[in-house]
C-alpha cells in the first residue's frame, strides 16, 4: 500500500497549498517513493503519479471530474496490484522501528504511511470529490454552500474523527457524529425555503464527506 499512499498524500499536499500546488504533488511523489522504498524499476510509477497531480490540480480549479475519476482509476489500480507492487526496502524503516510509541509497534510501515496519505486527503482534496457530487445534483444546490461556509472547515474534522472511528472499532461514536451534525444544521435548515435546497445541500455533502472516511477502513 505504500505506492497508494504516495499518491494520496501527493494529491493531498497539492491541495493544501496555495500556490505551486503541482510542484508541491511532484515533490511528495518523488520524494515519497524515494523515503518507501521506490526504485529504478518503479520510476514509471512517478511518471503516472505526476500525470494524475497535473489533472487532479487543473480539474479543481476547472470544477471538472477528469480528476477525480483519474484518482479514482488510480487508487484502484494501486489496490488491485498491490500484492505484486513491490517498492523495496525503504529507507525510512530503521527509523519508524525506532519510533518509541508504542500504538506503532507491529504496525507494518506501509499501513502507517496509507494512514499518513489517507489523512492527507482527506484534509481538504476530499472536499473537491464533494464538491463535484453536490454540483451533479445541481448548480443551485452547490450555491447553498455561500450561505452555509462552515462545512468546508467541519468537513475535514469529521472525515478524520470518522476514520479514527471507524479503524478503533468504535462505530457508536460515528452515530454521534451524525446526531451532533444534525442538530448543528437543524437551525439553518429549518429556515429552508419550500425548494429544500439547504437541505439538499447538508444532507449530500455529509454523506459524500462520511462515505469518503469509511471507504479507506477495508484498506487497514
Known amino acids: 500500500m505504500s505506492a497508494l499512499a504516495v499518491l494520496l498524500a501527493a494529491v493531498g499536499m497539492a491541495d493544501l497549498v496555495r500556490r505551486w500546488k503541482v510542484v508541491t504533488g511532484l515533490v511528495v511523489t518523488v520524494a515519497g517513493l524515494l523515503l518507501l522504498g521506490g526504485e529504478w524499476h518503479t520510476v514509471w510509477l512517478s511518471l503516472v503519479f505526476a500525470v494524475v497531480v497535473v489533472v487532479w490540480v487543473d480539474a479543481a480549479s476547472h ?97 478524520w474523527f470518522v476514520l479514527a472511528c471507524a479503524l478503533s472499532g468504535n462505530l457508536a461514536a460515528i452515530a454521534v457524529v451524525v446526531a451532533a451534525k444534525g442538530i448543528l444544521r437543524f437551525p439553518e435548515i429549518s429556515r429552508d425555503r419550500t425548494d429544500g435546497l439547504r437541505a439538499e445541500y447538508v444532507l449530500v455533502g455529509s454523506f459524500v464527506s462520511w462515505a469518503l472516511a469509511l471507504v479507506f477502513v477495508p484498506l487497514f
Open 63 to 159: 470544477d471538472s471530474s477528469a480528476g477525480v475519476i483519474l484518482l479514482s482509476v488510480a487508487s484502484l489500480a494501486l489496490v488491485v496490484v498491490s500484492g505484486v507492487l513491490d517498492l523495496g526496502e525503504a529507507p525510512l524503516q530503521d527509523w519508524y522501528d525506532d519510533l518509541p510509541i508504542p500504538r506503532l509497534q507491529g504496525v507494518p510501515l506501509d499501513r502507517a504511511a496509507l494512514g499518513v496519505g489517507v489523512v492527507l486527503f482527506l484534509a481538504t482534496a476530499a472536499n473537491v470529490v464533494v464538491r463535484r457530487v453536490l454540483l451533479s445534483t445541481g448548480p443551485r444546490v452547490l450555491a447553498q454552500g455561500d450561505e452555509l461556509r462552515g462545512g468546508r472547515v467541519l468537513g475535514p474534522l469529521e472525515r
